[in-house]
């Protein structure tokens, strides 16, 4: 995925390819943004082709500067948290859970893809970014205890002692199987080990199952969700 800009002095904004299409552009922000800082950036990928800028998932005070420059919702999430105590039971599921191998990535972006809509699916930039989006991470799969194969995943991060719950997916056919469980249980020992003491998780809204499945492993929904903000470039700007 190539950075079409880093912020110009300390790094604060920062866009890349989305999901391969260089047409738009996808934006991170780090800290606090100006509306200046916004628009030079608008200018910058308009100047370069872009058709559209999303921003990624931010909460209700961090959006502001992109709501200025006239960035619309385009997709609302639940942000859920735990504590990392108590840790839920694993439940008796017939599948092998191990660290994610480079040779995985093929099939796990086929569950990928069977598990989330279009707009959400993770593409193997995505699934880099992940695992490289925290200090520390853990990656791991289950396995189809017929022949092996991922047919499900998780990427667990961590940062002091928060964690986070970045990626979480499984085949549809072996879903409500407990494969999910076992693998957020598994994230959530691992946090424990290195002493997180707190766990944060966002799905869409429109996900009523993913929904059903952390709350009922002890998560509790924030009272202000995330936005995915879009900008459309093909128009002049302000």
Do not use: K
Not at 51 to 78: D, N, S, Y
Not at 111 to 128: C, E, G
Not at 153 to 167: E, H, I, K, N, P
């Amino acid at each position: 995925m190539s950075v079409l800009h880093r912020g110009r002095d300390d790094g604060r904004l920062r866009a890349t390819t989305w999901r391969g299409d260089r047409a738009v552009a996808q934006v991170v922000s780090r800290g606090a943004v100006s509306d200046h800082d916004v628009d030079a950036l608008l200018t910058e990928l308009q100047a370069r082709g872009c058709r559209a800028a999303l921003t990624a998932a931010l909460p209700p005070l961090e959006q502001a500067p992109f709501l200025a420059a006239g960035f619309v919702e385009h997709e609302r999430l639940h942000l859920l948290r735990r504590s990392v105590e108590p840790l839920p039971s694993s439940p008796a599921v017939d599948a092998r859970i191990r660290r994610a191998r480079r040779g995985d990535r093929p099939a796990v972006l086929a569950v990928d893809h069977l598990a989330f809509p279009p707009f959400w699916r993770f593409d193997d930039q995505a699934i880099d970014d992940a695992v490289e989006a925290t200090p520390s991470a853990r990656f791991r799969v289950g396995l189809d205890p017929g022949s092996d194969d991922p047919v499900g995943y998780a990427v667990t991060g961590r940062a002091g002692s928060r964690g986070y719950l970045q990626r979480l997916a499984v085949h549809p056919r072996c879903q409500r199987s407990g494969l999910g469980t076992a693998l957020v249980a598994d994230g959530l020992r691992w946090l424990r080990r290195w002493g997180a003491r707190e766990v944060l998780v966002n799905t869409q809204e429109a996900n009523a199952a993913a929904l059903a499945l952390y709350e009922a492993l002890g998560f509790e929904r924030e009272r202000h969700g995330l936005a995915v903000l879009r900008r459309d470039l093909s128009a002049g700007l302000r």
